[in-house]
């Protein structure tokens, strides 16, 4: 089975802190990223990666910052939490290729305080 | 315009019935489609893909109608454990997917 790991499950941070989610797949895929999740809003992608060493704004990038230097992990910084960043924050990745599936995480639930 | 948009829903529907959802896109260039299954506090999951000429797993049928731009899914004889939201799925180039918002589809005894 594919799986994508996201080591922190429930964070709480205080405003201004530095937050790092960190993010592990197994399956060598090639694509990895990040997207938040809201009420009512669905699904929105923050950044992405499609190789090592190389990322891709999204939709929202504004306060985030992403780093891939390894293949398997992708992490999303929030280099200085606000209380509009507090959210659930998935990580996925997929291989290469049109119809190929994209995997989740479990989910980082982030809340700023 | 959202560039997918679907009903959010709550349908409501006693099990054994019959439901349809329907995503509309707005990107004619969209190439894969798909519909994902979430679970409340859960990640979402790959439900099923949808291909041009239709498709139907067990339970459930998906439909892609590129001229009117939208996609549908067909859930018949619905049980407890159908109760999610389920998210329309579509890449738009690239690697690029956008996810519509999702409806919730509850089914009660």
């Known amino acids: 089975d594919v799986k994508v790991t996201q080591s922190s499950r429930y964070l709480v941070k205080r405003t201004g802190e530095k937050v790092f989610l960190e993010c592990v797949q197994d399956m060598d895929h090639e694509n990895m990223f990040w997207y938040r999740q809201d009420p009512g809003l669905g699904l929105r992608l923050i950044y992405f990666s499609y190789d090592v060493k190389m990322k891709e704004k999204g939709d929202i990038p504004e306060g985030y910052s992403v780093s891939r230097e390894k293949k398997e992990r992708f992490s999303l910084i929030l280099e200085s939490a606000s209380t509009n960043q507090t959210s659930m924050y998935l990580c996925?990745?997929?291989?290469?290729?049109?119809?190929?599936?994209?995997?989740f995480g479990e989910g980082s639930w982030l809340t700023v305080v | 315009r959202k560039e997918v948009e679907q009903d959010p829903g709550p349908f409501n529907v006693p099990e054994g019935a019959t439901v349809a959802f329907n995503c509309t896109y707005s990107n004619s260039a969209s190439q894969s489609f798909f519909w994902y299954r979430q679970d409340c506090r859960k990640e979402p999951k790959l439900l099923m893909s949808v291909y041009s000429s239709g498709n139907e797993d067990g339970r459930f049928t998906a439909q892609l109608n590129r001229a009117s731009q939208y996609i549908s899914l067909l859930i018949r004889d619905s049980k407890l454990s159908d109760s999610a939201t389920y998210l329309c799925v579509v890449k738009v180039g690239g690697n690029k997917l956008v996810f519509g918002a999702g409806t919730i589809l509850r089914v009660k005894s």
């Open positions: 996925a990745s997929s291989s290469t290729g049109a119809g190929n599936t994209i995997y």
